[in-house]
């Protein structure tokens, strides 16, 4: 085990990176599922899908990867708002979006995962930006580029759905409804409109992320389901719905990732991640920042 001060100090510095897009690719579960209790599990793989999107149009265009994000970022959450209202029809206005929910965004999962395969076939999708090969170094701490300006677009990504979230009135009309719709339905507030532009928010933030992510690495039709696990658990010890345990869990998932695969090895990494999760939530159930029950 290599216990050098400087090489933890980069690992830090890494994991925060990393863990600032895994808090923006958690960022839109937390609202579907820590506030609306939707659980995505096909979240992962819409971010994937919007990666390969902006990975054609970069190469259509050379725009950058992350200016072609917020282009594509509206059709997703355009797609969310259709998605949502199938959703409702199907399951939710029925009761029977527990089991038969869950089942219907696992099909989507790989039916997204099966679309991307047959039409951009197997090979990795990747983008070259200007700063993709760049380094920043502060002393003996290097921040590379390719991560360092999407980390930095992530942040400032969260500050403006903190702020919509927190001062607007859809923004606390999405956090009413997730404690109670029928005190929204007497105030005259229609709930399943309200969740329709929470969920198509959602998706939308997926479709940012996955601009950043494939800025950070190239991505195949299969890689959502790395990160499936991952941002669930992020929310998870975070705390449903606190967008800022999110935030906290994510930054903190990332640091332990990097720092494990420093000194342990990557193939370490997931299992003492995962097994800090347990750990934690068997300490704390409720996550970081979760309303106690």
């Given amino acids: 085990?290599?216990?050098?001060?400087?090489?933890?100090?980069?690992?830090?510095?890494?994991?925060?990176?990393?863990?600032?897009?895994?808090?923006?690719?958690?960022?839109?579960?937390?609202?579907?599922?820590?506030?609306?209790?939707?659980?995505n599990i096909a979240h992962p793989a819409l971010m994937v899908a919007a990666a390969f999107v902006i990975s054609s149009i970069v190469g259509a265009t050379a725009l950058d990867?992350?200016?072609?994000?917020?282009?594509?970022?509206?059709?997703?959450?355009?797609?969310?708002?259709?998605?949502?209202?199938?959703?409702?029809?199907?399951?939710?206005?029925?009761?029977?979006?527990?089991?038969?929910?869950?089942?219907?965004?696992?099909?989507?999962?790989?039916l997204i995962e099966v679309s991307l395969l047959l039409l951009w076939g197997a090979d990795q999708q990747w983008v070259s930006a200007r700063y993709s090969s760049g380094v920043l170094s502060l002393g003996k701490v290097d921040f590379p580029l390719r991560m360092l300006v999407p980390s930095l677009c992530a942040l400032a990504t969260l500050a403006i759905l903190f702020a919509f979230l927190k001062l607007t009135f859809i923004g606390r009309?999405?956090?009413?409804?997730?404690?109670?719709?029928e005190a929204l339905r007497l105030m005259g507030i229609d709930p399943v409109r309200v969740k329709t532009?929470?969920?198509a928010l959602s998706v939308g933030l997926a479709a940012l992320a996955g601009g950043?992510?494939?800025?950070?690495?190239?991505?195949?039709?299969?890689?959502?389901?790395?990160?499936?696990?991952?941002?669930?658990?992020?929310?998870?010890?975070g705390g449903l719905?606190?967008?800022?345990?999110?935030?906290?869990?994510?930054?903190?998932f990332g640091v332990i990732e990097d720092l494990t695969a420093t000194l342990l090895g990557p193939s370490w990494s997931p299992a003492v991640a995962f097994g800090l999760l347990?750990?934690?939530?068997?300490?704390?159930?409720?996550?970081?920042l979760g309303a106690a029950t």
Avoid: H, K, W
């Fill in 197 to 199: 532009i929470a969920f």
């Fill in 241 to 252: 719905g606190s967008l800022p345990g999110t935030v906290i869990a994510g930054l903190l």
């Fill in 212 to 237: 950043a992510l494939i800025v950070i690495q190239p991505v195949d039709s299969s890689s959502g389901q790395i990160f499936v696990g991952r941002l669930f658990a992020i929310v998870i010890m």
């Fill in 278 to 288: 347990l750990g934690f939530l068997a300490l704390r159930p409720r996550g970081l």
């Fill in 1 to 39: 085990m290599n216990l050098d001060p400087v090489l933890i100090l980069n690992a830090c510095a890494s994991g925060l990176l990393l863990g600032s897009f895994y808090a923006v690719a958690a960022a839109g579960l937390s609202v579907s599922f820590g506030l609306l209790d939707i659980v």
């Fill in 65 to 110: 990867p992350l200016l072609a994000a917020l282009i594509v970022s509206p059709f997703f959450a355009l797609f969310g708002a259709g998605l949502y209202r199938v959703y409702y029809f199907l399951f939710e206005r029925r009761g029977d979006e527990s089991i038969r929910g869950l089942a219907f965004f696992f099909g989507l999962m790989f």
């Fill in 173 to 181: 009309a999405v956090a009413a409804v997730a404690q109670d719709r």
